[in-house]
């Protein structure tokens, strides 16, 4: 019994600590898109990029399934590759607020295909 108890948890830590790992490289990830792209930056929460997010209109793309661009242009705002920007300032959010973004976009995304694209704040 206690060898079967050991090995439960020790696999329930394993997958924990791999979600974290792979969570982290994610997270790394979307930060060096995002500071790679050459404009200024800035880290945020996501308190901060739903605000930003809540005053523009979005549609999809058919070419790119996971990216937003504002019908107002890209110069106004765009998520793409990992890289969100709001007037041609990037914003890296903190690894906390990216996985709950990460979670709020997909729920977001499905919503949008059933209303036509678009999203409005």
């Known amino acids: 019994m206690g060898l079967v108890l ?6 329930m ?5 791999l ?12 930060r060096e ?6 404009r200024p930056w800035n880290y945020a929460n996501f308190e901060t990029f ?8 979005w549609q999809k793309n058919s070419e790119w399934k996971d990216s937003l661009f504002s019908v107002a242009g890209e110069q106004d705002g765009y998520i793409h590759a990992g890289i969100i920007r709001f007037s041609e300032t990037g914003m890296v959010l903190y690894p906390w607020s990216y996985v709950r973004y990460t979670l709020w976009k997909q729920s977001l ?4 295909k059933r209303n036509k694209d678009l999203w409005k704040g």
């Open 33 to 38: 898109m995002v500071i790679e792209d050459g």
């Open 50 to 57: 739903f605000k930003e997010f809540s005053k523009r209109t």
């Open 13 to 17: 830590i394993f997958l924990a600590f």
């Open 109 to 112: 995304l499905q919503n949008m």
């Open 6 to 11: 050991f090995v439960i948890v020790f696999v």
């Open 19 to 30: 979600g974290i790992v792979f969570m982290l490289v994610h997270w790394c990830t979307h």
